[in-house]
């Protein structure tokens, strides 16, 4: 069906910058919204940004002014640019779509990624 993989987490130290991608493979023919959420140990997943097929964004509040969502539609991937990194910001970063899927007939499913590492740290 479709599949999420996600790249670009790691070690950073706090002020750093990392770039999160998160691509979609399958019997795709369109993609609505493509978010970011994170969840740090001890703690309930949290959305941190979104990004609608006709590319508006919203972000956490946590997050403004440091990160950034953007997509490629034709490659059916979502970035996360962060920058400013915090202590805070450690979390394991998962990627969310809304597919449209080739199922015979034309159907709408969620897909996650399987979760990316980012660590904040001196």
């Known amino acids: 069906q479709v599949q999420l993989v996600e790249s670009g987490g790691g070690l950073v130290q706090p002020g750093g910058s990392l770039r999160l991608s998160c691509a979609a493979s399958g019997s795709i023919f369109s993609i609505g919204t493509m978010d970011w959420y994170r969840q740090a140990p001890g703690k309930q997943r949290e959305l941190v940004a979104v990004i609608t097929s006709s590319g508006s964004t919203t972000y956490a509040g946590s997050v403004k002014g440091r990160f950034t969502i953007s997509r490629d539609n034709a490659k059916n991937t979502v970035f996360l640019q962060m920058n400013s990194l915090k202590r805070e910001d450690t979390a394991v970063y998962y990627c969310?779509?809304?597919?449209?899927?080739?199922?015979?007939?034309?159907?709408?499913?969620?897909?996650w990624g399987q979760g990316t590492q980012v660590t904040v740290s001196s």
């Open positions: 969310y779509m809304r597919v449209g899927v080739l199922l015979g007939a034309p159907t709408w499913s969620d897909y």
